[in-house]
């Protein structure tokens, strides 16, 4: 929710109040869609992708997990355990209704006393017992089960209680289908590009947009164990052309980017592996544009323990981190932590890359300008970027451009060769492409 913060916040205004209009705000949308998807196609993001050291890219996935901890674990959108405190930012939550502040996000008394609570630590334990024993759907059924019993009106845990918000949602819930034409935000779009302010915002989503993605394309490879050897994924190509397409498009419909969420981890663990998981969650998706009043009426408390669950599974790569050498071990300790404290997965990058570069240069230096009368032990150092070929079938440039490479240079790629001879006759041709750091020589075919 970082880049609608942003968004809303900070380029738009509340109500209005930004430098920039929401219309013009949404054409930048559309533009820096349009640029990430050109560096996506040329492989641009794939190529910064490799460049991050694997640590971080390990140490990502697992801050990832903590930042779905985290947020399973709040009021707004988890089991409320944890509450706001003026001293220590977070203290101890889980207080019913009447003494929790909403202007200030406190509990001021009766902490642990909330039935919702209590209910929500309930649907983790289910959750986290049927999947156990194996039980094929356990987090829809956990997050069912919860909603179902928060839906009787007459309880303590109620999602419906006899309000104005209680019976508002209600009245909501009972309409059980519903469904709004977009008559404001479809097309909305101003191409007002002559002020820096647009330029500004459109550089900044741009390059959130490819740090949040980075992170949480690599952290959801990760979790279904996709990566290959190099530290890369098949198809990450288009999988970097489909996020980045859907930013254009989003722009279309008058919302702000869109991009794979770490939320995509709950399929992941039910065992979603291919595309057809992808085309059955948007056929259902489609359907619940017209269910809202059901799906909108699932409690946070319902929803927030598979968030947690989904959190304790992606933490577990914390033991592949290169703990032996510190260079690699403080970098990755920063990326995985600063992601749930900032609420945002590319600050949480960001803090990785630049700490690395900085504590490796520096000791570079160090060791460089006493002409190697002071040195430190880079034996347990992992190597920085592997453009090799992995087992996925991606290299430094997209699958589909390394032909075209060849063709100019008047050669065919392996790729494109079926004799097995005539494989081993061209390994001494494929040498000829390593001054763009392309490694073709696929024998395993």
């Known amino acids: 929710m970082g880049m609608n913060a942003y968004f809303a916040y900070t380029v738009v205004g509340f109500h209005g109040s930004g430098k920039i209009a929401y219309e013009t705000a949404i054409a930048a949308v559309f533009i820096e869609g349009l640029l990430f998807t050109f560096f996506s196609a040329f492989g641009i993001c794939q190529l910064f992708a490799k460049l991050i050291p694997m640590s971080i890219k390990i140490a990502s996935g697992a801050g990832v997990g903590f930042l779905l901890t985290f947020i399973g674990l709040q009021r707004s959108a988890g089991i409320a355990l944890i509450s706001h405190d003026p001293s220590t930012l977070v203290t101890l939550g889980g207080c ?7 202007t200030t996000g406190i509990c001021t008394s009766h902490h642990m006393e909330s039935p919702t609570t209590w209910l929500g630590i309930l649907g983790f334990l289910i959750i986290v017992i049927l999947l156990l024993f194996r039980v094929k759907g356990s987090i829809f059924i956990g997050i069912v089960f919860i909603s ?9 845990v109620t999602y419906f209680p006899y309000t104005d918000e209680g019976n508002a ?15 404001k935000t479809l097309g909305a779009m101003h191409f007002n590009l002559g002020s820096s302010d647009v330029w500004l915002a459109i550089i900044t989503f741009l390059y959130i947009d490819m740090l949040d993605t980075t992170g949480v394309l690599y952290s959801m490879a990760r979790l279904g164990d996709f990566l290959d050897e190099t530290g890369d994924f098949e198809g990450s190509n288009a999988a970097f052309i489909c996020n980045a397409s859907s930013i254009s498009i989003s722009a279309i419909f008058g919302t702000s980017s869109v991009a794979t969420y770490f939320e995509s981890g709950s399929g992941i663990t039910e065992g979603g592996r291919t595309g057809i998981t992808s085309l059955t969650v948007s056929f259902f998706f489609f359907i619940s544009l017209f269910f809202a009043p059901i799906f909108v009426s699932i409690p ?9 669950v989904i959190g304790s599974m992606m933490a577990k790569s914390i033991k592949d981190i290169n703990w032996k050498y510190l260079g690699d071990a403080v970098p990755s300790f920063l990326t995985l932590i600063i992601m749930p404290l900032t609420y945002n997965v590319a600050y949480g990058l960001i803090a990785g890359i630049v700490s690395y570069m900085v504590i490796n240069t520096t000791a570079w230096l160090i060791e460089t300008v006493s002409f190697g009368h002071i040195t430190y032990d880079k034996s347990d150092k992992e190597p920085l970027g592997n453009f090799k070929v992995g087992s996925g079938g991606e290299g430094l440039l997209p699958i589909w451009l390394v032909p075209v490479v060849y063709r100019i240079r008047g050669r065919k790629s392996t790729a494109e060769i079926k004799n097995p001879i005539e494989i081993n006759e ?20």
């Open 148 to 156: 179902i019993i928060s839906w009787f009106r007459n309880s303590e």
């Open 426 to 445: 061209t390994t001494e041709i494929n040498n000829v492409n390593h001054d763009v750091a392309v490694d073709v020589d696929r024998r395993n075919e």
């Open 300 to 308: 946070p408390w319902a929803s927030g323990p598979a968030l947690i």
């Open 169 to 183: 949602r209600f009245n909501f819930f009972k309409s059980v289908v519903g469904f709004h034409t977009m008559e």
């Open 96 to 102: 019913p209704d009447q003494y929790y502040n909403k």
